[in-house]
């Protein structure tokens, strides 16, 4: 699977990766079953190192949005796992 994300230049690589998945699972690019691709395969697409990847991929499952086992592949949490996105607060 092709994986597009559109890293934001102005944060840390580990960041961008984070927030590229984040949006892309928000906006339905990604949806809950998606196959991310293997840590080695981002990392070499992304010019990053593995462990980049992999420090991404498990601050992602941490919050909820991806399910991730050793040896196994990382997919896109299940709708009731993924949180809402952040609400928008309006100062009056």
């Known amino acids: 699977m092709d ?3 559109d890293l934001d230049p ?4 580990r960041q961008g990766i984070e927030q590229a998945v984040r949006a892309a ?3 339905g690019r990604l949806v809950p079953g998606s196959v991310l691709p293997s840590s080695r395969a981002l990392a070499a697409d992304l010019g990053v190192a593995r462990g980049t990847v992999v420090d991404a991929y ?5 919050e909820g949005y991806l399910a991730t086992r050793p040896g196994g592949r990382t997919v896109v949490a299940s709708p009731a796992r993924v949180p809402p996105p952040p609400a928008v607060r ?3």
């Open 3 to 5: 994986l597009f994300l």
């Open 10 to 13: 102005s944060t840390g690589r």
């Open 25 to 27: 699972i928000r906006d």
């Open 58 to 62: 498990a601050q992602l499952a941490v």
């Open 90 to 92: 309006s100062h009056r």
